[in-house]
């Protein structure tokens, strides 16, 4: 089971590729929720995909319905006998309780105490440093599995790749000219970027570099983008809630640096092996959260508060930890990286 968010799935992929090389003949199914969808039914190591939306996993949902979902996909779940069932997740009691009710002959997930007494076989809690990669692998170990290598990797066909092209001006780059691509979109509100640091970036990124730069976000963000795009005066190709998962990456492929908070599509650029420039907020742990790959720079802050865990800051005296994070510090990194690629 994986029925968290986009970045988590992708985060499990080295332990998605290690299972499948320790059964090559097995028949491996994954539980994923509508978002991840898309992804999921391109990996190599899966040969079902079942989408299920957690409601105990959504914010503003009653107690009572948050049980019925978990009723309803132990229900679903016995209905598909399994040899093998695995709980990726660890921060939710209701996780280890589905999966330990979930009928499968072997039963293994986290140990969240009380909760996890019917899986039949547990991981210890992972440590609190570990890294969301390693405590993925941690899981296989429980079942004597060990990962050969822990590279991300990702997927999307050439027809992702045409239509993906197909918002793109018709005509092409100029010799030297990079592509930069600018993520505006993250979870909550505690992890984005002002509107206004966005806009001053991109305008100091086109000054600097002279780039071909490609705006991305998902369709809740086309709000947000609005008050980036609007004050602009350098050429951008706003590509807000336009594209699929699977045709951002492909449009990913080709950029030279991508440019995000932590969000899902950052960790998708990671996947795809573009250079990364992240910004992080102090909401979640950076050690544990932030992107996986040699290519990755994270730009953070440590207040006193941090990892608050909250949806949105809570402080009172002015304070955010991503407005500390100035565009000039962004330009500086990516210039960086640039002169590295030549």
Known sequence: MRLDRIGDFILGIPAYRALRQAHPDARISVVVPSPVAELAKMCPYFDEVFIFDALWLLPDYPAWDRWKSALKLVKFLRSKPADLLLDFRYQNRLDPLVAGLSGAKERV???????????TKKAPPPPEDLHQVDRNLLLLQAVGITAVERKLEMWFDEHDHKTGENYLPPQELLPGVPR?????????????????SFEVLIHELHANTQADILVLGGEGDLGFSQEVVDGLE???VNLVGKLTLRQTAALMKDCKVFI?????????????????VSLFSAANEVEVWKPWGPQVKVLTRHPACSPCKAHECRRTDGYFCMAEIKPEDVVAEVKSILAEQH
């Open 234 to 236: 350098c050429p951008i």
């Open 109 to 119: 997930g986290f140990d969240l105490g009380w909760v996890s007494r019917f899986l």
């Open 260 to 276: 995000g908070c932590d969000s899902g599509a950052t960790h998708l650029a990671a996947a795809c092996g573009v250079p990364v």
């Open 180 to 196: 930069i691509a600018v993520h505006i979109g993250a979870a909550t509100p505690s992890k984005r970027w002002r509107e206004e």
